[in-house]
Nanobody, 121 residues
Framework: QVQLVESGGGLVQAGGSLRLSCAAS????????MGWYRQAPGKQRELVAS???????DYADSVKGRFTISRDSAKKTVSLQMNRLKPEDTGVYYC???????????????WGQGTQVTVSS
């Protein structure tokens, strides 16, 4: 009933930029925090950046100053602008949303299908 659809991944050279976008759709009563996680081969999924419904942001230390997260609550979208990309940024990037489906529901986590980001050296 809830879908998170990501777009914008791809192959880029080190130092380049990419912009990821994620759109939430379906039965959504309230959309709380949204964020981006990534998983590199052989590693655990890690938080890259998150943004609350009030606009407060949090970033992994490794991306501070290079990545910027933003959201459009009316459109139920979240974006991640990634600049000065490094090979270690390579991985599958997943959109995450904490949302409530009905006024009687509790907040739950939802995930997108993931989009590949590859940064070549």
């Amino acid at each position: 009933q809830v879908q998170l659809v990501e777009s914008g991944g791809g192959l880029v050279q080190a130092g380049g930029s990419l912009r990821l976008s994620c759109a939430a759709s379906g039965s959504i009563y309230t959309l709380n925090a949204m964020g981006w996680y990534r998983q590199a081969p052989g590693k655990q999924r890690e938080l890259v950046a998150s943004i609350t419904s009030g606009g407060s942001t949090d970033y992994a230390d490794s991306v501070k100053g290079r990545f910027t997260i933003s959201r459009d609550s009316a459109k139920k979208t979240v974006s991640l602008q990634m600049n000065r990309l490094k090979p270690e940024d390579t991985g599958v990037y997943y959109c995450n949303a904490v949302l409530v489906q009905t006024m009687f529901s509790v907040p739950s986590d939802y995930w997108g299908q993931g989009t590949q980001v590859t940064v070549s050296s």
